[in-house]
């Protein structure tokens, strides 16, 4: 068999650590302060940064402006405590700021995940329009900047982040965030926060407005060039602190990107970015030029289903209630598609996709069978994703299997030399999607990645076995770690007891993709395609 020439060593594993799929753990709630916690009294000073420190002044109305949300919110969105009534205290704080707080702490407190909590948050404190934006943006930010951000914080404090009490340090995180990237001027971002620790940790109020006073004395790039290493000698410590992310995965973006250190400081800035939201345009249901128009969006540069929504959530749109479309980020779309439009001689009936929730690519690929007079088999381990795969396949001719992809061959529905086309969507590190899980990049660890890469090859075994002879495997991450990429093909490839051989993914992308690179494989990139990090490796069973 062909191998990519660029194999990296693969040595670098450790530990253990499974993988849990996103979509079944509970989205945790945060237990916001409520009821008798509250102390709307002036807390007493018990905290405060080290002495030697300036804490007046510094701090302008004016500062320059980073982001997106202009001007002070209007505070008194919590109303204070009803004497009369004696119902609990509610926090003085502004609602946005207050549900950004609670979505936050469940993160930090509770492994809750932002994309699942916040919404849920929002509806309860019945935010929407103009302030649910503000407190989108509060807490994706603040979690996407948690390094950089903490490196400030206990810069200013004179002491470690984990030494002060999570309450305050999570409101002081968020007041960093106003200060060093909003346009929030800085009194606001201030003067909010310190009501905000007033409320949650009463006791750090006084701490909390001189840490936020010193913060305020420098913009973020004055605090990058006071706290990050110099770029000459140590690249990756300063790429990590200036862009706000681990340092290992700053190491692994770099290697998947050929040791280009500018490139890789693109794709960080991309992924502190706001993501973009991708609509798949059902090919059979949906036109993307006409979906374009009826959601006031446009149609996407590269996947001929695409359609970009200019304007942030797809909310509640007809035509993903009617399942004419669904939302997919375009790189997922293209390399599905890339699987579908494979020259392939002989029967092309039977299509099996590996690894199914919770129902993305079994959709389009759903729907291109259809097309096609195809039958998709959908295989998910997890209960709950499988019945995600059914919702989402609802009415396409795909049937879903509950089990384990690696039963290839044990299971009569999962005959071995049997399908056609075979997709392999693995489960893996999700480092090409940070922009969208803002949260994820603290959470990850290297020790991921050995449980991780031996669930790849296995399935990719697997996925081998199922095909035919002359039949094709697409192996598919939303990761660029090469550990996961091309060691993990590779490895699995020479391991399987039946050929293969490379089929130069480029070839099945559209004409004239730029940033494609030398193949077989394909990487692509937020930075260079507006996409997620997808890899796309495509073997053909000798
Ligand atoms: C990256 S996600 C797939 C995303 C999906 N293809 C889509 O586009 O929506 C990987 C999926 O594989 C599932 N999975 C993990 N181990 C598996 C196994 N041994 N057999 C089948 N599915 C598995 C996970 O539960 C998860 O839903």
Not at 70 to 79: A, V
Not at 246 to 274: C, H, K, S, Y
Not at 407 to 426: I, K, M, N, S, Y
Not at 483 to 509: I, Q, W, Y
Request: with cysteine; proline share 9%; aromatic share 4%.
């Amino acid at each position: 068999m062909s191998t990519p020439s660029d194999r990296p060593d693969s040595s670098r594993s450790d530990s253990s650590r499974s993988d849990s799929p996103r979509g079944d753990r509970s989205a945790g709630r945060a237990d916001g302060p409520r009821g008798d916690r509250f102390d709307r009294s002036a807390p007493r000073r018990s905290d405060a940064p080290r002495g030697d420190r300036p804490t007046g002044g510094g701090y302008r109305g004016d500062r320059p402006a980073s982001g997106g949300y202009r001007g002070d919110r209007p505070t008194g969105g919590r109303p204070g405590f009803d004497r009369r009534g004696g119902r609990p205290a509610r926090p003085a704080v502004d609602l946005p700021r207050y549900a950004a707080y609670q979505a936050v702490a469940a993160v930090h407190r509770d492994d809750a995940y932002a994309n699942l909590v916040l919404p849920s948050i929002l509806r309860e404190e019945g935010l929407v329009g103009r302030d649910a934006a503000f407190a989108t943006e509060l807490t994706y930010g603040t979690l996407r900047h948690t390094g950089t951000l903490d490196a400030i914080i206990a810069d200013a404090a004179g002491r470690d982040v984990e030494r002060i009490d999570p309450p305050a340090r999570d409101a002081l995180r968020l007041g960093a965030y106003q200060l060093l990237h909003t346009r929030v001027p800085a009194h606001a971002a201030v003067s909010s926060t310190v009501d905000l620790v007033r409320s949650v940790a009463p006791g750090a109020a006084g701490f909390a407005n001189a840490v936020l006073r010193e913060i305020a004395g420098r913009d973020a790039d004055a605090w990058v060039a006071k706290l990050a290493p110099p770029m000459e000698t140590d690249p990756v410590g300063h790429l990590a602190l200036a862009y706000s992310h681990p340092q290992w995965i700053v190491r692994a973006f770099a290697e998947a990107l050929g040791g280009d250190l500018g490139e890789t400081a693109r794709l960080l800035i991309e992924d502190n970015e706001r993501p973009p939201v991708h609509l798949c345009a059902r090919p059979g249901l949906a036109d993307p030029v006409e979906l374009a128009d009826e959601v006031g969006g446009a149609p996407g540069a590269f996947s001929p289903y695409a359609v970009y929504l200019s304007g942030g959530a797809p909310g509640d749109l007809p035509a993903l209630a009617q399942g004419r479309a669904h939302v997919q980020d375009e790189g997922s779309q293209l390399v599905a598609n890339a699987l579908a439009v494979a020259p392939l001689d002989g029967p092309d009936g039977h299509w099996l996709d590996l690894c199914a929730g919770p129902g993305g690519k079994s959709g389009l690929l759903g729907a291109l069978a259809a097309q096609r007079g195809a039958r998709l088999t959908a295989v998910e381990v997890s209960e709950h994703r499988a019945r995600l795969v059914e919702q989402a396949t609802r009415g396409l001719p795909v049937s879903v299997l509950h089990t384990d992809g690696r039963t290839v061959g044990a299971d009569p529905d999962l005959p071995e030399g049997h399908f056609d086309r075979v997709l392999v969507d693995a489960p893996c590190t999700g480092l090409g999607s940070l922009r969208r899980r803002p949260e994820s990049r603290w959470r990850r660890q290297p020790s991921d990645l050995p449980p991780l890469t031996r669930l790849q090859r296995e399935l990719l075994t697997a996925a081998l076995r199922a095909a035919r002879p002359g039949g094709l495997v697409a192996y598919v991450t939303c990761s660029p770690h090469v550990v996961e990429t091309h060691v993990t093909v590779t490895e699995a490839a020479r391991r399987a007891d039946v050929p293969a051989d490379f089929v130069d993914a480029r070839t099945l992308l559209p004409p004239g993709m730029p940033g494609l690179g030398d193949g077989p494989t394909v990487q692509l990139w937020p930075h260079r395609h507006g996409t997620d990090a997808m890899f796309l490796a495509v073997l053909r069973r000798g």
